[in-house]
């Protein structure tokens, strides 16, 4: 059997066709990948993330998926550096010695996912191993992004470990960093964690959520809660519409919202979010934001046209000035993948 030919509730030809022997290429053209843009960690990080979420794949498809994309990180690791690198070459060359905190700090959160998610196989094994090998060379992150995204993999560690080490005390800093950085830059007008918005924004406001439940402490809970809601209000126009935030307002301070470029990362992030609140409070915003979100996928955005295809697990890479983006990179199959199954899971749970 090859990759492509197990039965599953959800496509992933789109994955299989980007994955080599190497890992999982990070674009292509059209659905063509392309060979020029090499590898990186980050997408190889999220790849073996979903073969570790995705149950209703047959394991041994699993398994196979995620040897490739364990490899990747494994090789990742620079001992001289202590970090993992992130892009490679086609030619599997790396083209840097460390890569950057954010990429460093999703790929931790993807070996503790691994772990918890491969029970008994050798994936798991694989992932604590390195996982105990790597963490102590981890400071403090001057990345909200990069302290959320470690806060969301200590706190898998935490509730999968009989013995957690240091994941508790690395949840608590980063958690109180992540409230800080928020209490600095939020105002009655600007709910944020950042004097501006970037990619990935939801996971902020998820690991906060993430936080003040695992450590009991309710003002970070509800920081989780009111940056989201503010983030969902500036991220839904007219009939309902969710409009992510754009890469033309990426870093620009206190920016009024733009329309282009908007990318299927953010709408997969949102759905995650609003799952993580509606396990939290029972508002109502959080189903109806986490639709939105997943419909933009299926038409319902500012292009009025479908981003990714559930037949062939295939996903374009955005909404531009344009129109749609047809190239159908790592990043957006992934986001694709993600949000099918995270939407399933929060339709669901029962909130009567």
């Known amino acids: 059997m090859t990759l492509s030919e197990a039965a599953s509730n959800f496509c992933v030809d789109g994955l299989v066709r980007m994955t080599d022997d190497t890992g999982l290429l990070q674009h292509s053209r059209f659905n063509v990948p392309d060979r020029a843009h090499g590898y990186c960690v980050d997408d190889n990080a999220r790849a073996l993330m979903l073969t570790a979420i995705a149950h209703d794949l047959p394991m041994d498809l699993r398994l196979r998926l995620a040897s490739r994309y364990a490899a990747f990180l494994q090789d990742a690791w620079n001992e001289t550096s202590r970090s993992f690198r992130n892009f490679m070459g086609y030619d599997r060359r790396w083209l840097e010695c460390a890569g950057s905190q954010d990429s460093n700090g999703r790929t931790i959160w993807a070996l503790a996912v691994a772990e918890s998610q491969f029970p008994d196989t050798s994936v798991s094994q694989w992932a604590a191993t390195l996982l105990d090998q790597v963490i102590g060379h981890f400071a403090m992150p001057n990345s909200p992004r990069t302290a959320a995204f470690l806060i969301l993999a200590m706190d898998q560690v935490r509730r999968f470990r009989d013995n957690p080490g240091p994941a508790p005390d690395l949840l608590a800093e980063c958690a109180d960093y992540l409230l800080r950085s928020y209490q600095t830059h939020s105002s009655d007008r600007w709910g944020w964690f950042e004097p501006y918005l970037a990619y990935d924004n939801y996971r902020l406001s998820e690991a906060m959520i993430c936080a003040g439940n695992a450590l009991g402490k309710p003002e970070m809970a509800a920081a989780g809660l009111s940056s989201l809601r503010w983030l969902a209000r500036r991220q839904t126009v007219a009939d309902g519409i969710f409009r992510p935030v754009a890469t033309e307002e990426f870093g620009i301070s206190h920016a009024m919202p733009a329309i282009y470029d ?39 955005n500012d292009a009025r046209a479908v981003v990714a295809n559930k037949d062939t697990g295939e996903c374009c890479d955005g909404i531009g000035a344009g129109g749609i983006n047809l190239n159908q990179g790592a990043e957006s199959i992934l986001a694709w993948q993600f949000a099918q199954r995270r939407i399933t899971t929060l339709r669901s749970l029962d909130f009567s």
Do not use: K
Not at 276 to 298: C, K, M
């Open 262 to 300: 908007q990318q299927p990362i953010e709408a997969w992030a949102a759905i995650d979010a609003a799952l993580a609140a509606s396990l939290s409070d029972q508002d109502e915003l959080w189903v109806s934001h986490a639709e939105a979100a997943f419909a933009w996928f299926t038409g319902a």
